[in-house]
């Protein structure tokens, strides 16, 4: 059985400071690996997602993540954080089977000015 | 274009009721699958429909259902409801040719057991 696991509920940053999400998996086949986000009252968006290409991968809105197989990590990160970054984010993997998702718990983001 | 769409966005039932949630994917998609998300939980799979079949089921009772139609519009069925129950429904669409884990999120029914 494929899972994720997020460190950390919530994260706080000042506004123009890093953003480090973690994101440990475990899959006994080559993952598929998925950041998405979920602003408050929105359904989630797609951030990124790690297809067994480029082991770094960017996304949108200046996020990027690297998949690490030696340490099954796909954390997410963003050089300067800004005050609309502010929201849950959602890290999945996928069996690549049907497009179902197991995703973790979440984190939250709080970026103070 | 619209997006994925989910009626309605909130209700309140009392145990034991039974409920039906709706769903329109994404124009384009054929593909819809439902996801539970409780209060401070990440969504969790509970069903995917396909050709009007039910291709991949999650770890649920038979209490949920669900129904796809010939336009590809799907419904979540609720039997028995428990406390448990409450949390924010997602419906997402995807393209059952299209790329793995693509999904597009409606914003939720969010369902209250009182």
């Known amino acids: 059985a494929q899972s994720v696991t997020q460190l950390g509920s919530h994260v706080s940053v000042s506004e123009g400071a890093l953003v480090l999400l973690r994101c440990n998996y475990s899959?006994?086949?080559?993952?598929?690996l998925f950041w998405y986000v979920q602003y408050p009252n929105q359904g989630l968006q797609l951030l990124l997602k790690y297809t067994s290409a480029a082991t770094l991968v960017k996304g949108i809105n200046g996020f990027e993540a690297e998949f690490k197989k030696s340490e099954t990590s796909f954390h997410l990160t963003k050089p300067s954080a800004h005050m609309s970054d502010a929201a849950e984010y959602f890290c999945a993997v996928s069996d690549r089977g049907y497009s179902t998702l197991t995703f973790g718990k979440g984190t939250m983001l709080l970026v103070s000015p | 274009d619209a997006g994925v769409t989910q009626s309605p966005t909130h209700l309140i039932k009392t145990r034991g009721q039974q409920v039906t949630l709706r769903c329109s994917p994404k124009?384009?998609?054929?593909?819809v699958s439902w996801y539970q998300q409780a209060l401070g939980q990440g969504p969790q799979f509970i069903f995917q429909?396909?050709?009007?079949?039910?291709?991949q089921r999650g770890n649920f009772p038979d209490r949920f259902s669900g129904h796809q139609f010939p336009n590809y519009s799907s419904e979540l069925n609720v039997n028995a409801l428990l406390l448990g129950d409450s949390a924010l429904y997602l419906c997402a669409s995807s393209l059952a040719q299209g790329a793995v884990g693509e999904l597009f999120f409606g914003e939720g029914s969010r369902l209250t057991v009182l």
């Open positions: 899959s006994s086949v080559p993952p598929y």
């Open positions: 429909y396909y050709e009007e079949e039910e291709r």
């Open positions: 124009s384009g998609h054929d593909t």
